[in-house]
């Protein structure tokens, strides 16, 4: 049996102004801040003798790489990003970043906005324009019903409402 598994699929490289912000914020705290002190405590944890079973230097060094590894990793992604500011020309249609209001089945309401794979956050409704339900969402006004096949079956939905901020 073999262990290969065919690659993930790329994700969107789309990102909104704040999430630009923020990834942008990390990786300058990262490169400027975070990595120096690491630096410095690894410098003092080697001038203190014999590596090999110096815990302090071992976790430092595994710090250091860590922080490169996000860093490496933030640089090139920053760079492929495309930074989406304008607003879509129906702002009543569902596009990137836009905030939306559905029911579903049993009459419960949710509200979701559709950001880019590096920016979402499920405690803040923030779904991935790569996820099922956005990419069932797209395109829809309100009062629209669509169909969702999510991990636990087809869900339909009605859209309530659709609005854009900034």
């Known amino acids: 049996m073999t262990r290969w598994r065919p690659p993930a ?10 999430g630009h912000r923020r990834l942008k914020a990390e990786l300058d705290d990262l490169w400027r801040v975070r990595r120096p002190e690491v630096v410095r405590a690894l410098a003092a944890a080697a001038a203190e ?14 710090q250091l790489g860590e922080i490169d590894r996000r860093v490496r990793y933030l640089g090139k992604r920053l760079e492929s ?3 989406v500011d304008a607003l ?4 009543s249609t569902i596009y990137f970043g836009a905030w939306f209001r559905i029911e579903d089945e049993d009459g419960v ?3 979701y906005r559709i950001v ?8 803040l409704g923030w779904i991935s324009i790569d996820s099922p339900l956005a990419r069932a969402a797209l395109k829809r006004r309100a009062d629209d019903e669509f169909e969702a096949v999510l991990p636990g079956g087809r869900v339909r939905y009605v859209v309530v409402a659709v609005r854009y901020e900034g």
């Open 109 to 111: 309401e949710h509200e």
């Open 9 to 18: 699929a790329a994700s969107t490289a789309m990102i909104t102004p704040e």
């Open 116 to 123: 880019g794979p590096d920016e979402t956050d499920a405690a």
């Open 49 to 62: 003798g014999d590596r090999s079973e110096n815990a302090e230097y071992t976790y430092r060094k595994k």
């Open 81 to 83: 990003l495309r930074v």
């Open 88 to 91: 879509p020309s129906d702002p």
